[in-house]
């Protein structure tokens, strides 16, 4: 999965935080270009932060808070904000979901998925986004990826399926050493028992997954979700008619993708080659 960038849609709880800075900081008679400067937070970030449309960091709660001496109420305010920083405010659902699943399919025919991500990799796809992110959007990108990558480690009890498209997986994205190490870690991932990793090879002419990349889980309850992701939007999938045409798909992907050893072969050769 791509983890969207765009800025999160308005909650209560990031706008009343907002509200917040923006009334401790009328109350000390600071312009926002002249807070900005007492906080070392670009303009834009501190007018997002006062709309409500981005999350604030630990950073600028804590220089928020000395700057406008704002009795402790700012650093109070920050506590109640209900975002997870550095996830896009349409993963929001699936996320909560995904952190009690049952079990876990992800096709991915763009990137490796979030979830198998090193951090070399995580960051050159940060560093490449446009429009472009600052060092504390990427640093706060790259702790809420490797947040979500305790799944793999923490649930041994969930049972995680992958399938990715060969040409993703010989992409040398980040160069040549980001590219070994990252086939390494898939390889390494794969080896758990509770994950199983297949490919889907350049010779498959044709399967079941090209309209795209897909997510399906199960919850605890029994039921089954799904989710896409495009450019700027994620969709989540309630409705069991269209949740059952995934898993109908995915399940036909199992069978047109490589076995789990022959996965395995082939990726070494990858690492091998690199």
Same mark, same amino acid.
């Given at each position: ?60 709660? /804590?220089?928020?808070?000395?700057? $406008? &001496? ?10 109640? @904000?209900? +975002? *997870? ?16 699943a049952l079990c ?12 198998l991500q090193i ?7 940060? /560093?490449?986004?446009?429009?472009? $992110? &600052? ?10 990826? @490797?947040? +979500? *990558? ?75 979700f799904g989710y ?47």
């Amino acid at each position: 999965m791509t983890d969207g960038n765009a800025e999160p849609e308005i909650s209560d709880s990031l706008k009343t935080f907002g509200e917040v800075v923006k009334t401790f900081r009328k109350r000390a008679r600071l312009t926002q270009e002249e807070f900005a400067r007492r906080v070392r937070y670009s303009v834009q970030t501190v007018a997002s932060i006062e709309q409500g449309r981005r999350f604030p960091s630990a950073e600028f709660v /804590e220089r928020a808070e000395e700057v $406008l &001496d704002a009795f402790g109420v700012i650093r109070a305010a920050a506590k109640h @904000v209900a +975002r *997870q920083p550095g996830l896009a405010s349409w993963f929001q659902k699936w996320a909560k979901l995904e952190a009690e699943a049952l079990c876990l399919y992800t096709y991915e025919n763009r990137l490796i998925p979030g979830l198998l991500q090193i951090e070399l990799y995580a960051r050159t796809l940060f /560093e490449g986004q446009l429009p472009p $992110l &600052d060092d504390d959007e990427i640093q706060e990108k790259l702790v809420a990826r @490797v947040e +979500r *990558q305790k799944l793999l480690t923490e649930r041994p009890n969930t049972a995680y399926s992958f399938i990715i498209e060969e040409h993703v997986l010989r992409k040398t994205t980040g160069g040549p050493e980001t590219h070994r190490t990252q086939i390494e870690h898939i390889l390494r991932m794969s080896e758990q028992r509770n994950i199983e990793m297949q490919v889907m090879p350049l010779s498959r002419e044709h399967h079941a997954g090209l309209d795209g990349p897909m997510q399906l889980l199960e919850t605890p309850d029994n039921r089954w979700f799904g989710y896409g992701e495009g450019q700027r939007a994620g969709l989540l999938f309630a409705d069991a008619k269209e949740v059952g045409i995934l898993k109908m798909r995915y399940a036909r992907m199992r069978s047109q993708a490589l076995t789990l050893e022959d996965s395995q072969s082939l990726l070494r050769q990858m690492r091998g080659a690199t």
